[in-house]
């Protein structure tokens, strides 16, 4: 099957060749489209709504970021981030505006 697609791009040749970008160009929009927030979206994240989010939904249980923040990884802000985005949809913060408010109000200082 193989030869007989390698002989028909061949006769197809520019044709084919664009059809193949195309695909792959495609494939890129699909990863774009499918891309998480970044974590430049997450720490320009609303810090006040943060600060009310996490009073409402985290405090009951740590009454400060500061303990908690030590076992997030991650050596910057960016990656701490990161991390938190993909720890607390699981962890009390479904909703993603919510979520990236409070991981701002965490990394706020
Ligand atoms: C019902 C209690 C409860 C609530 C509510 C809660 N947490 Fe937690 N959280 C825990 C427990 C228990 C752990 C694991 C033990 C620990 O590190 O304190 C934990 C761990 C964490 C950790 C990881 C710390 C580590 O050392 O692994 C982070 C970060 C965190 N919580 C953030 C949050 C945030 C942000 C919210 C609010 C959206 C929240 N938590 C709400 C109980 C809670």
């Given at each position: 099957m193989r030869h007989i697609a390698i002989g028909i791009a061949a006769a197809l040749g520019l044709g084919l060749g664009a059809a193949a970008a195309y695909e792959k160009d495609a494939d890129k929009d699909e990863v774009k489209a499918e891309a998480e927030v970044t974590a430049e979206d997450l720490l320009a994240a609303d810090v006040e709504m943060g600060a009310e989010g996490y009073a409402q939904?985290?405090?009951?249980?740590?009454?400060?970021?500061a303990r908690i923040m030590r076992g997030?990884?991650?050596?910057t802000p960016e990656e701490q981030a990161l991390w938190l985005e993909g720890f607390l949809p699981?962890?009390?913060?479904?909703?993603a505006e919510m979520r990236a408010a409070i991981i701002a109000y965490m990394l706020a200082d």
């Open positions: 939904d985290c405090s009951g249980c740590h009454a400060t970021p997030v990884e991650g050596d699981d962890h009390y913060a479904p909703e």
